[in-house]
C-alpha cells in the first residue's frame, strides 16, 4: 500500500482566510482524491484529481471554493477558500492502489474555523 | 441512487464477546465493498475488499461477508485495541467514486 502524508495535520483559522493542504505520496500514482469528513457524518468525495488535466469536481462543490493543483503524479493540493465555520472537517488525500479497486488514505489535515 | 447504510451506529462489548456488523447497500452493478477502521484523529485504514456474493475475507479476529444486499463484519473475541471506527463503501461499476455509510463506532471494554 502507498504512503501518504498530508500537511498541515491540524489548523484553525479564520474566517475569510484560505488554507492550502498538501498531500504526498511515497510512489507515483494517477489517481488521487480529496474528501471531506464532517463530525459525525461519513465521507464525502470532493474531487478527483489526474495528474496533467483539471480535476473533477462533485455535486456540490465547486473551484473557486476548492481549486486543487496536480503539478506530478506523487503530490496534489486542495486550497479551501474563503473559509468559514461550516467548512470546519477532516479533509482526507487518497489514492488507488496497485490492487483493484482499493483507496488509501492520508493521515487527514483536521481544519477548524472560527 | 447509490447508498450505504450501517448499523448499529455504536457498539459496547465486554473483551471476549463477539458480534457483527452490519453494511446495507444498493448500488447499481457491484464493482466493490470496501472496509475501512478509522481511529480517532487518524485516516482510514483499508482492511477488506469483496467482490461478489458469498465471498468471504479474514483478518486475524475479522471476517467480512457479502450478500448481495448487505454485507457483514464479525468480530471474534475483540480485544479492547480493536475499538474504532469501522466503515463500509461501495463502489458501482463504471465508477470511481466510493460511497461510504457513517460507520459503526465499536467499543471494547476490558
Known amino acids: 500500500s502507498a504512503v501518504i502524508s498530508q500537511k498541515p495535520s491540524r489548523d484553525i483559522c479564520q474566517r475569510g482566510t484560505s488554507l492550502t493542504i498538501q498531500c504526498q505520496v511515497d510512489?507515483?500514482?494517477?489517481?488521487m482524491f480529496w474528501y471531506r469528513q464532517q463530525p459525525g457524518q461519513s465521507l464525502t468525495l470532493i474531487a478527483t484529481?489526474?495528474?496533467?488535466?483539471?480535476?473533477?469536481?462533485e455535486s456540490g462543490f465547486v473551484i473557486d471554493k476548492f481549486p486543487i493543483s496536480r503539478p506530478n503524479l506523487t503530490f496534489s493540493t486542495l486550497t479551501v477558500s474563503n473559509m468559514s465555520p461550516e467548512d470546519s472537517s477532516i479533509y482526507l488525500c487518497?489514492?488507488?492502489?496497485?490492487?483493484?479497486?482499493?483507496?488509501?488514505f492520508g493521515p487527514g489535515t483536521r481544519l477548524t474555523v472560527l | 441512487e447509490d447508498q450505504v447504510t450501517q448499523s448499529p451506529e455504536a457498539l459496547r462489548l465486554q473483551e471476549g464477546e463477539s458480534s457483527s456488523l452490519n453494511c446495507s447497500y444498493t448500488v447499481s452493478g457491484l464493482r466493490g465493498l470496501f472496509w475501512y477502521r478509522q481511529d480517532p484523529g487518524k485516516g482510514p485504514e483499508f482492511l477488506f475488499t469483496?467482490?461478489?456474493a458469498g465471498e468471504e475475507k479474514e483478518k486475524e479476529r475479522l471476517k467480512a461477508t457479502l450478500t448481495k444486499k448487505e454485507s457483514f463484519l464479525h468480530i471474534t473475541a475483540p480485544k479492547p485495541e480493536d475499538s474504532a471506527t469501522y466503515l463500509c463503501?461501495?463502489?458501482?461499476?463504471?465508477?470511481?467514486?466510493?460511497?461510504f455509510g457513517t460507520g459503526t463506532r465499536l467499543k471494547v471494554l476490558a
Open positions: 487518497s489514492v488507488e492502489g496497485q490492487g483493484y479497486n482499493e483507496q488509501f
Open positions: 510512489s507515483q500514482v494517477t489517481m
Open positions: 469483496l467482490y461478489s
Open positions: 484529481a489526474n495528474q496533467g488535466s483539471e480535476a473533477t469536481y
Open positions: 463503501a461501495v463502489q458501482g461499476t463504471g465508477t470511481y467514486k466510493y460511497i
